[in-house]
Nanobody, 124 residues
């Protein structure tokens, strides 16, 4: 499977953006994760969602502001980002890993499929 993230852009602090992750084929057997990397910083876990979308986990820095979702029928995953802060500025990546039902992963090394990133810039 190949992934392509999109939806990044420039937004003011307090605003919202919705990122999309399009897969080249069915993702119903894959856990999906979102990560981000700011300039000069390590890649950071943002969110993950299980195969059927029944389990989600968010990183501490985005809890209460971001939501991860998926639509397996459309081979898509999403990251809704609200109440954005300048610290959210980063390149955002979606990733996938084939797994069993109910599993989810927060480590970047758990994933073996990565899309190209999409840049999110939050101005103050």
């Amino acid at each position: 499977v190949q992934l392509q993230a999109s939806g990044g852009g420039l937004v003011q602090a307090g605003g919202s953006l919705s990122l999309s992750c399009a897969a080249s084929r069915t993702i119903s057997d894959y856990v999906i994760g979102w990560f981000r990397q700011a300039p000069g910083k390590e890649r950071e876990f943002v969110a993950t969602i299980s195969r059927a979308g029944t389990r989600t986990v968010l990183g501490n820095s985005v809890k209460g502001r971001f939501t991860i979702s998926r639509d397996n029928a459309k081979n898509m995953a999403y990251l809704q980002m609200n109440s954005l802060k300048p610290d959210d500025t980063a390149v955002y990546y979606c990733a996938a890993r084939a797994s069993v039902t109910g599993a989810y992963y927060s480590g970047q090394y758990d994933y073996n499929v990565w899309g190209q990133g999409t840049l999110v810039t939050v101005s103050s």
